[in-house]
């Protein structure tokens, strides 16, 4: 299965779960906020000292699990994450890519994108990143949700 397969299921499945690896090797898990951009998995951790983005940063090898409502069907991407925060992107492009991320993970519009900017430069917001190596799933897009792929 390539990306390609899921995008369509990741524009409408924000509901997601990531899992990174402790330093001790031990699985950590976290609910986030996820979609598909351009050609990534991807989601925003707006704290940039949350448990996840310190295991990404010492190990990017992560899993993204986006699940439908009925938690039976469900898209997983795994790969290595490239993070992207205002220390090493320039404002201007982190700027578009929580823009542009945030629209992926979402059905809808922010309703004020002023507000939001300056909410993700206060809480130094990282951008998330999954190029994927492995993708699978348990989902029908054309049919009722329940076909297996």
């Given amino acids: 299965m390539n990306f390609e397969d899921i995008e369509a299921y990741l524009r409408t499945h924000h509901r997601g779960v990531v899992s990174t690896r402790r330093p001790d090797g031990a699985a950590h898990v976290s609910i986030v906020v996820c979609g598909a951009y351009k050609g990534n998995a991807a989601f925003v951790s707006v704290y940039p000292k949350s448990q996840k983005i310190a295991n990404l940063r010492r190990n990017s090898e992560c899993t993204i699990m986006s699940v439908a409502d009925d938690w039976w069907s469900f898209a997983v991407i795994e790969g290595k ?56 799933g348990r989902f029908d897009i054309v049919s009722s949700g329940r076909g297996k792929i």
């Fill in 81 to 136: 994450a490239r993070l992207f925060d205002f220390d090493n992107t320039g404002k201007e492009e982190m700027e578009t890519l929580l823009k542009e991320v945030y629209m992926s993970c979402s059905e809808t519009e922010h309703s004020d994108w002023q507000e939001y900017q300056e909410a993700m430069v206060k809480q130094k917001a990282v951008v998330v990143l999954v190029p994927p190596e492995r993708v699978y």
